[in-house]
């Protein structure tokens, strides 16, 4: 996949295989099911079968055979996790088995590991692979299998010794004895076991960062972490997964290890076929053609004819390439054809590698023609590399001796004075930068995965920072918040010169001005009721700062992303969130409360205000009545002054004799003689002359005894009266 890799693969110094699959055969078989603590061979196959059924793993897809040839049961584990590299963990008809390496059993806090170990010892030291089983915290067994190394491994890794290969190295997940038995069978010079797929890509890393080119040889899941890492990922086509043929750069038709050594081989040729169509066709060729044009020699079509001559020889060089290894039973002109490819082959590869003394003397030797002629060669040169190119959508900056030289160039041919006293700086204004806060996009080459047994791995396409999205409103309310700066260069003056390290100066900047602005803001506002207007203030705050350090950038667009409450303060979040929406329920109730009972109660008070001034009226013209009424009563009182001391001096005399028959005579002479008699019967008025009259007005008889007399009573011309009341009337 790509010509750059043929570079990678002729310079390739260290190959690094993977295990199982790769330099074994892929294909083990169960050597023994060894049940411990009373457990049957039977238990022990059905519990490690039916936890490790839903694993992608070759040692589980085997056991699962193993265990439905043998007829042992099987079912569904109502709960499973895989641990890459480890094990897995499930739950089988309701008890817990784990099925894994020894380190996995110990950490689970399991019964009875040493004791397995000891027993599966031997299998170990012929590099078994041993799957033990823990249930309810007790070992109850392992089962041992073998994978024995592809027949041709051994020869693949002796021919890549003689293709100068100088280390191959086994990395394997295996434990130490497996793969001390496979390096042993095969050749291989070091090894690495009980590696986790993260630890096989970084050996390789570590490798490739002391300066090794590391070829990278793998088939499986496990593999493409390592296969991605390495300068060069082999794949072995017809076992290789999907993901490690994705991942890898070369994919082998056919699982060969030999074929790893013709492809080293096959670089180094196409490499050495490059050098030689470089150096003989394009520049010695080529270059006498010139000179042959210079002096006359070739005219015009001559000179065309002689650069097609020139090209077709780099085509049939490169040809030569597709009969690699078939020219021996080729003609005579096939054979001559190959022996003139070696012979300017080996010319090429000798003129890289002279020693510098025989050069050195060859310069001394010549050193007076190469001044005469190369001086002015090479001062002609010199003042040519002064020419320099601007690209569209670039501008360039010249600076003479460091400060800027006239006004920003434009694209197109410009010159300027050669090295060291101007160099020139390329900006391009118009790219939109972009400053991610609180995650980063993902290349293809950073993709987040897990690489485990059990499943296809997604790639994650970017990668969350909490450190960065974790804010704090100015309600006090906590908020997870990813934010995109877009800015542009505006004045490339003040960029060149004030600015050092761009992406950390707007990184900064960017999340300064997020902390700033959601820090004076609700989180009502950052995340629903005023987003657009906090991404306009989080643009004037990052422009501010921007002016204020003079770097000449310019923010063109603020974007938040992803704003939500933190995931460990949802639960309380959504609380409050009802309560405040219970709030404004019962606020709007209430003002609806309001706005019904203020009315009625403006009416009953303008009617209550109504109703007193009218009170008010009435007692007033009451009392100017009464008090009227009174001065007329005083006046007649005044005026008949004798009549109020006679009606106080017979209410005196009737309290003082309210239970007795009262006679009051009149001492006036001559006066008319009557008396008033009060009983149950009524009035009766008693004439002077004895005649009696009843309350209705009837005369009739005097009654048969006359009432004792009283005392006689004087008044002023008042007519005598008497009273009689009988007890309990008036």
Known sequence: RGGGL???????????????????????????????????????????????????????????????????????????EARPGAGVVARVGGRLVIVGKPALLEEAGCEGVEGAQAAAAEFAAHGAMLAFCAVDGRVIGFIAAEDAPRDEAAEAVEELAQAGIADTLLLTGDHERAARAVCGATGIAHHHANLLPDGKAEIVRRLQERGRTVIAVGDGVNDAPMLATAAV???????????????????????????????????????????????????????????????????????????????????????????????????????????????????????????????????????????RHGAPIAVVLYLLSGLYMVRPAEVAVVRRWGAQCGEPRQPGLHYRLPWPVDRVARVKP??????????RSLGSGEAVSGYEWESPHQAGQYKRQPEESLRLTGDENLIDVTVTVHYVIRNVHDYLFHVSDEPRLARVVAEAAVRDVVGRSTADEVMTDSRLAVEQKVAATAQGWFDRYECGLQVTDVRLLDVHPPVQVVPAFREVASAMEEKRSEINRAEGYAKEEVPKARGQASARRLGGEAYAVGRRNRAGGDAARFRQLETAHRQAANVVEVRLQLEALERALADREKLILSGRSGARRQMWLLDSQGVRKVMGDGAQVTGDGTAGAAPPQTPPAAPPATGDGAQGTAKATEEGSR
């Open 6 to 80: 043929l570079e990678s693969l002729a310079s390739a110094d260290t190959v690094a295989f993977d295990k199982t699959g790769t330099v074994t055969r892929g294909e083990p078989a169960i050597a023994a099911v060894v049940p411990l603590r009373g457990a049957s061979s039977g238990e022990l196959l059905g519990y490690v079968a039916s936890a490790e059924q839903p694993s992608e793993h070759a040692l589980a897809r085997l056991i699962v055979a193993h265990a439905a040839a043998e007829g042992a049961t099987v079912s569904a584990p109502e709960e499973f």
């Open 430 to 439: 118009g790219l939109v930068r972009v400053v991610e806060v609180g995650y």
């Open 233 to 371: 990922g082999v794949a072995m086509g017809d076992v290789a997964t999907d993901i490690t043929a994705d991942a890898a750069d070369v994919v082998l038709a056919r699982a060969d290890l030999r074929r790893i050594a013709g492809l080293v081989r096959f670089s180094r040729r196409a490499m050495a076929t490059i050098r030689t169509n470089v150096f003989w066709f394009a520049l010695l060729f080529n270059g006498i053609g010139v000179a042959l044009s210079a002096r006359g020699v070739l005219g015009p079509v001559g000179a065309a004819v002689y650069h097609q001559i020139a090209s077709l020889l780099v085509v049939c060089n490169s040809l030569r390439l597709l009969t690699a290894g078939r020219l021996e039973e080729r003609g005579r002109v096939a054979r001559a054809w190959e022996a003139i490819g070696t012979w300017l082959h080996g010319l090429s590869h000798g003129l890289s590698v002279r020693r510098w003394r025989e050069g050195w003397s060859w310069l001394r030797a010549r050193r007076a023609t190469i001044l």
